[in-house]
């Protein structure tokens, strides 16, 4: 079991910047790639950012790809997402997630096996 903990979520204008973080415990954080996904109101959860275990790979939505840094710290068992340029169309409960599959960066919600109880971004106009 891994036990997931999003933080840093609030209230933002358009523009500006907020850095999300994932607190993970129970097995090994190294042995898990990591990624980021968010939920709307009335819409499916979508993928946002991925990380392998080393940090060595890396993949983003095209939405959020250029004002979205993923990035993780295995000796503190944390997955950060920097989130600039804000927008409105961010707004959502995001999501971190671990993957067993730790070599590579996945984009799917079904190749995840472990969630976070998700912490919610709003980003005012």
């Known amino acids: 079991q891994v036990q997931l903990v999003e933080s840093g979520g609030g209230l933002v204008q358009a523009g500006g910047s907020l850095r999300l973080s994932c607190a993970a415990s129970?097995?090994?954080?190294?042995?898990?790639?990591m990624g980021w996904f968010r939920q709307a109101p009335g819409k499916e959860r979508e993928f946002v950012a991925a990380?392998?275990?080393?940090?060595?790979?890396?993949r983003y939505a095209d939405s959020v790809k250029g004002r979205f840094t993923i990035s993780r710290d295995n000796a503190k068992n944390t997955v950060y997402l920097q989130m600039n340029s804000l927008k409105p169309e961010d707004t959502a409960v995001y999501y971190c997630?671990?993957?067993?599959?730790?070599?590579?960066?996945?984009?799917?919600?079904?190749?995840?096996?472990?969630w976070g109880q998700g912490t919610q971004v709003t980003v005012s106009s």
């Open positions: 129970g097995r090994t954080f190294s042995n898990y790639a």
């Open positions: 997630a671990a993957d067993r599959d730790r070599l590579i960066a996945r984009s799917s919600v079904n190749e995840y096996e472990y």
């Open positions: 990380i392998s275990w080393s940090g060595g790979n890396t």
